[in-house]
């Protein structure tokens, strides 16, 4: 089932009754409900937002992603729940006790999808894709070579038709739009993980004392290029990219909606997303030896004006 993003973007005041999730206006009397068990994530923009502790506890209890935005209207913050898998314990102790070895292969095969991905959404886009291919081959385990920041410079410096465009200089755009597009992602990763009783904090390459979600950066990064796809249609739709106006917000929010290949088979990336840390999962357990990513096809999510 393919869970609803709500975004709100201006004043309300949101509460439950009877598992419902109950929206009012200021300037209106009119309730509108939503089952709160259709929902997958809810981004809160408006700082005028008012919400119930009661809704945010039955969200909570449902999974759905509770995602908080800042002055500058992008995501900055996102609810989880405390305990996400009966087995919760158990899996985290494997984990924890995860050997350095197996958290370099992992890694091996999380940076070759991404960079193959990369290189598949050049060669949709009829750009030359043989040096990132090259990259892709030449990862070796833990990405010793650092093949990963390589193919990304090369990437970036390529992907878009914009002259100074580059991911250090956070002012041009479309960088606003790649950063809005990788938060929404990162929410999505972040569910998943907790959601198959794992710790986000605890990554497999990503290590930082003040990164809450460094396993959550590890596996969002062969989907990456799923967000790239996306804004890269909103760029060349010709619309106003220097500013993230609702329609644009709208497009990007459909990111956990959008269609993945996965193991063959087409599937919304957000159960996509469930399948990779599950699989995750199954490595640390030993048994298994692959975490299952999607796979760049030619097919591509179309920004709709």
Not at 96 to 106: D, E, I
Not at 131 to 143: E, F, I, M, N, S
Request: with cysteine; charged share 20%; net charge neutral.
């Amino acid at each position: 089932m393919i869970k609803r993003t709500l975004f709100f973007g201006n004043p309300a005041y949101l509460s439950t009754q009877n598992d419902q999730l109950i929206l009012k206006y200021p300037d209106s009397v009119e309730e509108k409900t939503i089952p709160i068990e259709d929902l997958g994530f809810v981004v809160l923009e408006h700082p005028q937002i008012t919400i119930t502790n009661g809704l945010l506890m039955k969200l909570v209890q449902n999974k759905t992603a509770v995602i908080t935005c800042d002055k500058q209207h992008m995501p900055c913050s996102f609810f989880q729940p405390l305990v996400g898998h009966s087995e919760q314990t158990e899996r985290m102790r494997y984990q924890l006790n995860a050997s350095l070895p197996l958290k370099k292969q992992l890694w091996q095969q999380t940076v070759t999808i991404k960079i193959d991905n990369q290189a598949n959404h050049f060669l949709a886009r009829g750009k030359n894709a043989l040096r990132l291919k090259r990259y892709a081959k030449d990862v070796k385990t833990g990405d010793f070579g650092n093949e990963e920041a390589l193919a990304a410079a090369f990437y970036f410096q390529n992907l878009f038709d914009i002259d100074g465009f580059s991911r250090n200089n956070k002012d041009i755009a479309p960088n606003n739009l790649l950063n809005y597009g990788y938060a929404i992602l990162r929410a999505v990763a972040a569910r998943a993980i907790v959601s198959s009783g794992l710790l986000p904090s605890v990554g497999i390459f990503h290590r930082n004392k003040y990164n809450p979600f460094c396993l959550a950066d590890d596996v969002m990064e062969p989907y990456r290029p799923f967000v790239d796809a996306m804004v890269y249609d909103i760029v060349e739709s010709g619309c106003n990219i220097e500013d993230l106006n609702r329609n644009i917000k709208t497009n990007l929010l459909m990111i956990p909606a959008m269609d993945v290949s996965i193991d063959g088979k087409q599937s919304p990336l957000m159960n996509a997303m469930s399948r990779t840390t599950a699989s995750l999962y199954d490595c640390f357990e030993g048994s298994r030896r692959k975490i299952l990513y999607p796979e760049f096809k030619p097919s591509l999510q179309t920004f709709t004006s």
